[in-house]
């Protein structure tokens, strides 16, 4: 057990490394010369150009560079916002809170659809509420999650009121960014919960557990769903990241001042620092995450506790 | 593969004339399946409606999808503008269809880069295994690291926003999923019989991979790419969305969307056709791709 929770978080060693060498080098695939896209619009005299050049270390062998931002990374120091010029940790750490509340309301509300859209329609399959939740699930495969997003702000807070239509804090601002977020998630999760239901319905050993008398619910919940849930529980990780790449886009519809938000508004500022740091940061809840899943097969699937 | 293993297949003998006709009947096969389920039907009609809507788009609508009329600006929908106008006056119906020729070349594009880069990757890594399979496959880990929409948006930050790159970003972040599944079919298609016979009769590398195994990965890849041509043109529109595809005036779907989003609450018309129409197209091509997937390779369901 142990060993293999350190031998996958070992693995994402190298995988971090990685990603910190791609995100180091946007700065530098950038076209063009990387102290004109760091000095933005403001006036680019040769001296001032020569002297960002050397502050930043840009007249240094790449390798160095990369060793250098390697050893601020591990410091905390992300560098600092072209636009606002406050340190980009600071900025990232001030939207967690806000994009952390989205991501967890909108996983609950993806997983309380999902599964129960999943499960029901595949225990009345072939009927018309299995047609019907089907529908809904390819309803929200299709949707652009942008566009459900104001579609609930015309109705819910323009029309009728109910809720705020932008903004962070309190319960009644989560609502709909959660709900479009969560709804378009839950359409995989419920197509995927159906199909791996349908499979372990007809395994044999559900036709024993209702042969030796079991009440049906008991079969269904002690040994269908907990079988059906393995592979579930895979795709509910990546949804996660569905989720994380959602969020970017829900924020900036209801304009909630978050990580993903900060990440569009940097690129469209130009804010390269910034930008790798929402970049890193997002990667590496992702990443995070995985290995949060992978752990918990262990408790989930004794076959691979005892490999 | 029941033949002994020193069967080579000679050209124009009679067992190339069975494989052709067994060929054949597969692809029957396959329209046979797709024939029998309602879903894909429906999917392959509304695509084709679409598909000729942005074909003929000049001859459905009498407007200019770039003229501004400020005298006709914010007409709710009506008779003479059935999805009404925009804050230019210009008419929304129009450069909805006129959009689609847009966002369906925009997804089509962008699908073509997708297996342009994904295929060889995979088949190269499938084929020769050893060291340039491991170095690939860590580079496909490394971006599918990224989640979703992350990878494209770090794309377009390098790039700079116009819809061109939009293509290349959603393209290229889209190219690690065709990676590998195409090495996962290229690993059960290498060890068999005739791909050692071609080994053995001395063909070069670069054609066993194009005559005698991509072909057998061109049936995961279609339905990858069908099911590919969905996401991409709701990725594109949704960078279009956030300004960072198709810049405006150009009457991009995402781009439309985010026209509407100032006037939402004066002007609905404009929020809502321009995303009926993605969700529209998008749900066409997931009945077919799912579909597909179910008639061409079951395997690859979820």
Redesign the interface.
Known sequence: MLPYVAKRLLLTVP?LL??SV?VFL?LH???GDPAIVFIGDREATPERLAQIRHVMGLDRPLVVQYVDYLGKLSQGNLGRSIHSDRPVLGELTTRAGSSAELALASFLIAVALGLGLGVISALRRSTWIDAAAMLVA??G???????LA??L??VFS?KLGWFPATGFGGWNRLVLPAFALGFVSSATLA??VR??VLEVLWQPFVTTARSKGLREALVIRRHVLKNAFI?VVT?MGLQ???L???A??TE??FARPGVGKL??DS??NKD?PL?QGA?LF??TV??VMNVLVDVSYVYLDPRIRFE | MSRTSTWIPASGSSEVTAERARRRLLWFDVLVRLRRSRGPAVGGMMLTVLALAAIAAPLLTPYDPLAMHPADRLRPPGLHHPFGTDVFGRDLFTRVLYGSRISLQTGLVSVVIAVAVGVPIGLTSGYYGGVADRLLMRLVDLMLTFPGILLALVIVAILGPNLLNAMLAVGISASPTYARVVRASVLTVRELAYVEAAQALGCRNTRIIVHHILPNTVAPVIVLGTLGLAGAIITAAALSYLGLGAQPPTPEWGALLSEGRNYLRVAWWMTTFPGLAIMAAVLAINLLGDGLRDALDPRLRY
Do not use: E
Not at chain 1, 141 to 147: E, K, L, N, Y
């Open positions: 995988l990685a990603v791609l946007v695939l950038v076209p390819l309803g495969v299709s949707m652009p999650i942008f566009w104001a579609m702000i015309f323009l197509r995927l199909s791996s592979s795709v996660f990241g569905t994380l790449s959602g970017v886009i900036t519809v990440l569009v690129i469209l390269f930008v970049v997002i990667a992702y990443i």
